[in-house]
Nanobody
Framework: QVQLSESGGGSVQAGESLRLSCVIS????????MGWFRQGSGEEREGIAA???????NYAESMMDRFSISRDNAKNILLLQMNNLTPQDTARYYC?????????????????WGEGTPVNISS
């Protein structure tokens, strides 16, 4: 059974950091494009970053300065380091997996999703 399980969210103050983890089970991570997405209350789901099986990384332009995605194929784990957080980063954060030609953080290309982990940033 395919399962993606996010953790590491929480409530922190502006300027602090969080590291999100996504543990994947039920399939090998290696051939998949893996991505992080977020969705704020009343907003559309937004792509943050994606990393391919070959290690290639693509970020949404507004995210690349403060966010860093990485993966460990051997451990089937996807990570997202988030620094200098602001209240605008408050959202539910999701990891996703898909087989795509070019690995970019676009929701339509993803086949599997986790349930998300909440992140709340106070000023």
């Amino acid at each position: 059974q395919v399962q993606l399980s996010e953790s590491g969210g929480g409530s922190v103050q502006a300027g602090e950091s969080l590291r999100l983890s996504c543990v994947i089970s039920g399939f090998s991570l290696r051939p998949y494009c893996m991505g992080w997405f977020r969705q704020g209350s009343g907003e559309e789901r937004e792509g943050i970053a994606a990393v391919g099986g070959d290690g290639s990384v693509n970020y949404a332009e507004s995210m690349m300065d403060r966010f860093s995605i990485s993966r460990d194929n051997a451990k089937n784990i996807l990570l997202l380091q988030m620094n200098n957080l602001t209240p605008q980063d408050t959202a539910r954060y999701y990891c996703a997996a898909g087989i795509v030609g070019r690995c970019v953080p676009v929701a339509a290309g993803m086949d599997y999703w986790g349930e998300g982990t909440p992140v709340n940033i106070s000023s």
